[in-house]
């Protein structure tokens, strides 16, 4: 029903920035009318965590606090992408970053039941 595809990740240096990429195909309809896409990162040895999501229509965001100021979640509506621009990258940004899809915008994170195969940001200091 949903298959996402990063893009993007790579080596970087502190300070630096990286813009990742998700394209998605959606082959359902949301019951509640406005899906959400995400991205979350999973650092090794630590859980995976929320990073920013965007509704299905573009107009809501919302950010990690660890990330606030600093990336920045947007969607192509014409190529059926979102993207993650971040900025100002730390070596504790460092992690493989996931976007995933949610039903509802306004769910938990355990709402987000499809994920993509992930793409490895690596921040060197």
């Known amino acids: 029903q949903v298959q996402l595809v990063e893009s993007g990740g790579g080596l970087v240096q502190a300070g630096g920035s990286l813009r990742l990429s998700c394209a998605a195909t959606?082959?359902?309809?949301?019951?509640?009318?406005?899906?959400?896409l995400g991205w979350f990162r999973q650092a090794p040895g630590k859980e995976r965590e929320f990073v920013a999501a965007i509704s299905s229509s573009g107009r809501s965001t919302d950010y990690a606090d660890s990330v606030k100021g600093r990336f920045t979640i947007s969607r192509d509506n014409t190529k059926n992408t979102i993207y993650l621009q971040m900025n100002s990258l730390e070596p504790e940004d460092t992690a493989v970053y996931y976007c995933a899809y949610s039903e509802s915008y306004y769910g938990s994170v355990s709402t987000y039941g499809y994920w993509g195969q992930g793409t490895q940001v690596t921040v060197s200091s």
């Open positions: 959606i082959r359902t309809r949301s019951p509640f009318g406005n899906y959400g």
